[in-house]
């Protein structure tokens, strides 16, 4: 098995309304930001140094290109990346209201018509981890379908797993379990995942991050943190439960603060196996959380997720 990481989910444009404070309807600049979970830890996973693919659908239009474009600028391989000339590029229109609130709008497009045959001849035996994070895999389409084969087949293969279900409140507003009820193979088979506080208070309907964290590891042998911001990360394996402190730094912008986070981990874990990982050492855990750590929060001091993954490698370790 090679040593390389395949991220599987959208691959989208955001369109962030510069006019602060103002509605959609009324907002008149927008910033073109290419994006997409999956996409921005493939992008910092190859920022850091280690081989990645990506495997996503954006339209044949100029708005896939910009990705396709930025992605191998990046370093990563886009081989998998397919562009659909009858469904256009995903967009996501976001302006932040004055009451810290966003005013959201999806137009889904090619993101979700990526289907099982589309990676049909992916070869699994080429990477040491699957990486599944998107936030519309688990919406009604091809994608969804995809996504939980990929898994199947990974967990075949022997490779490492690793889930961030990010959850998007906008995209499940009124069907919240339905993203719950999907996440819980992944959390159960995978070997490493990570959830943010407020994921795990929804996904197991706990009121603090201990009893989540206790309520996770009666589902799950796997290793997984909860990132709780400046606060820094509640890292569980084994019997251990530990909190692991962040850096101070002056932020900018959080966007892709936890994609960097979670790319930081695989990063550390490209050399390894399931078995590998799991004899790792609590000291051991503690330190690639630590790194983690330290990348998302870098992040953070730039404007834009792709942007402040060109500012990332492994000196930041250090």
């Known amino acids: 098995m090679n040593r390389k990481v395949l991220c599987i989910g ?33 992008a910092a996973i190859a920022a850091l ?22 992605l191998q600028e990046m370093g990563v391989d886009t081989k998998w990346v397919i562009q659909d000339p009858t469904n256009f590029t995903t967009f996501a229109f976001v302006s932040l ?12 497009g090619a993101d979700g018509q990526l289907s099982s045959a589309d990676l049909a001849g992916l070869a699994l035996k080429e990477y040491s981890i699957v990486h599944f994070g998107s936030a519309t895999g688990f919406l009604p389409g091809p994608l969804q379908i995809a996504y939980t084969d990929l898994l199947a087949k990974a967990k075949q293969n022997g490779s490492i797993i690793s889930f961030d ?9 009124n069907n919240s379990q339905s993203f719950i009820d999907q996440c819980w193979p992944f959390i159960e088979q995978c070997h490493f995942f990570k959830l943010s506080d407020e994921e795990a208070l929804l996904i197991t309907g706990c009121d603090t991050v201990q009893f989540a964290a206790a309520a996770l590891r009666k589902k799950s042998n796997a290793i997984f943190a909860i990132t709780l911001g400046k606060d820094g990360t509640l890292l569980s394996i084994g019997d251990h ?5 962040s850096i101070p730094v002056t932020p900018v912008d959080a966007t892709g603060a936890g994609d960097a986070f979670v790319g930081a981990v695989l990063f550390q874990l490209v050399n390894s196996s399931p078995e590998k990982l799991n004899a790792l050492s609590l000291s051991e855990w503690k330190q690639i959380i630590s790194n983690a750590n330290k990348a998302g929060a870098r992040t953070c001091e730039y404007m834009g997720a792709m942007e402040a993954f ?8 250090n």
Not at 49 to 70: C, R, S, T
Not at 310 to 317: A, R
């Open 165 to 173: 279900p990010n959850y998007r409140h906008l995209l499940f507003q």
């Open 97 to 108: 209201m004055e009451d810290g609130e966003r005013d959201f709008y999806f137009n889904r």
């Open 10 to 42: 959208e691959a989208l444009i955001d369109m962030i309304c510069t006019d602060r404070g103002s509605s959609l309807s009324k907002g008149q600049n927008f910033l073109k930001k290419a994006g997409g979970a999956p996409a921005n830890v493939a």
């Open 49 to 70: 140094g280690a081989p990645v693919d990506m495997a996503a659908k954006v339209g044949k239009d100029p708005f896939g290109q910009h990705i396709i474009e930025l």
């Open 241 to 245: 439960l530990e909190m692991i402190g």
């Open 310 to 317: 060109k500012h990332l490698n492994n000196s930041i370790f």
